[in-house]
């Protein structure tokens, strides 16, 4: 068999699991006898584009004609049986299913967010879950509060694409839910049951687990939608050393924010950035893992790599870390629910990480 895999990576100095479990597909495919034809671009390449090429990206998500004529060219050479899409922006496009689609070779998609209906993917706007764009042919609400790199040029040109590109998502042969709630998320947006399968993302399995480490891990992109100042918060509401040491790993726009926390306190410590090597020793070092995602985060990965390190996890009860932890439904399914959920203020002494410093049933990603 032989399948193309389109992927427009994320930068590269951003936490992205997204990256991760497309690296880890193509090496188990390939592993398992399958011939893939790696068809990638990357964020990081914009830098380095002649002015010729940084003229078309605003028109990129809509039609990327670089990038048709390359996958035109590569399945004409190659024939591939199936094309599989993970995140088409914003040098690829959603174009390629048509291409692929006249190149007559079907098309399954993974669903890694929300943006078939949302211009960030994310459902969530100015630190609280958001739905205003769902069921709208065109979404107005995301130009106006400039939902999409807090650009309102951008917005209009994202809310855009997703209205042309309407039918070429419902033209999709099979998607991919990574959990129910974003088959349910597909049912929405008028996809069908028959193309829907529901397959989580795993990784190669790390080996026996280390014994547990000290202290808290945080790993991921330092944004809002990631919870990071609700982390940072529930610390600061507490004498230094009170909830033990608290690690935090990653790269993003709270990046600041960190560095000051880590820098004011004993107890918090700013690791930065980390490689795929860091990444293992960091979950080694420590003693549970934290996903406090205040958006309806789909099926984080660092809650996989942490399960199967053998480290247990704290998290919020929304999109599908419930489903991870072993909770088998969330509190609200995804996209859905009120914006309090995930913005309600921190209790005054939260138990819970009183109580997690001492070692805890794990339970192993299979």
């Given amino acids: 068999m032989r399948i193309v895999v389109a992927h427009n990576r994320y930068r590269e100095a951003q936490p992205s699991g997204e990256n991760t479990i497309v690296d880890a597909e193509i090496a188990q495919l390939t592993a398992a006898g399958v011939e893939v034809l790696p068809f990638l671009r990357s964020s990081d390449e914009i830098a380095s584009m002649p002015k010729s090429a940084k003229a078309l990206l605003p028109i990129s998500p809509i039609y990327a004609p670089r990038a048709q004529q390359d996958l035109a060219r590569l399945l004409t050479e190659h024939r591939p049986d199936v094309l599989h899409l993970h995140n088409p922006y ?93 088959a349910d998320h597909l049912r929405d947006y008028g996809i069908p049951d028959d193309r829907i399968v529901v397959k989580p993302n795993g990784i190669p399995d790390p080996g026996t687990p280390a014994p547990l480490g000290q202290g808290f891990l945080f790993l991921g992109r330092l944004s809002p939608e990631k919870g990071v100042g609700l982390l940072l918060d529930a610390w600061r509401r507490h004498p230094d050393g009170a909830l033990g040491p608290l690690r935090v790993a990653g790269d993003g726009e709270l990046r600041p924010l960190v560095e000051s926390v880590a820098a004011e306190r004993a107890d918090v410590t ?44 704290l998290g919020t009860a929304l999109g599908g870390i419930p489903y991870l932890v072993g909770a088998d439904t969330p509190r609200e399914p995804a996209g859905t629910g009120p914006a309090a959920v995930a913005s309600a203020p921190l209790p005054p002494a939260p138990a819970a990480l009183r109580l997690l410093p001492h070692p805890m049933p794990c339970r192993r990603a299979c």
């Fill in 90 to 182: 914003p040098l690829l496009s959603p174009w390629v299913v048509r291409t692929a689609h006249k190149h007559g070779v079907p098309v399954v998609q993974t669903v890694h967010n929300y943006r078939q209906v949302c211009s960030s993917g994310l459902y969530f706007r100015d630190g609280v879950i958001c739905q205003d764009c769902r069921g709208r042919a065109l979404g107005v609400p995301a130009v106006v509060h400039r939902c999409y790199r807090g650009s309102r040029a951008q917005s209009a040109l994202m809310a855009t694409t997703l209205a042309v590109h309407r039918g070429t998502w419902k033209s999709v042969d099979r998607f991919i839910a990574l959990t129910s709630a974003v």
């Fill in 270 to 313: 700013f690791l930065g950035p980390l490689d795929r090597a860091g990444v293992r020793a960091a979950l080694a070092a420590s003693a549970v893992v934290l996903a406090t995602s205040t958006w309806h985060d789909v099926l984080p990965t660092v809650i996989i790599e942490a399960l199967a390190s053998g480290r247990p996890v």
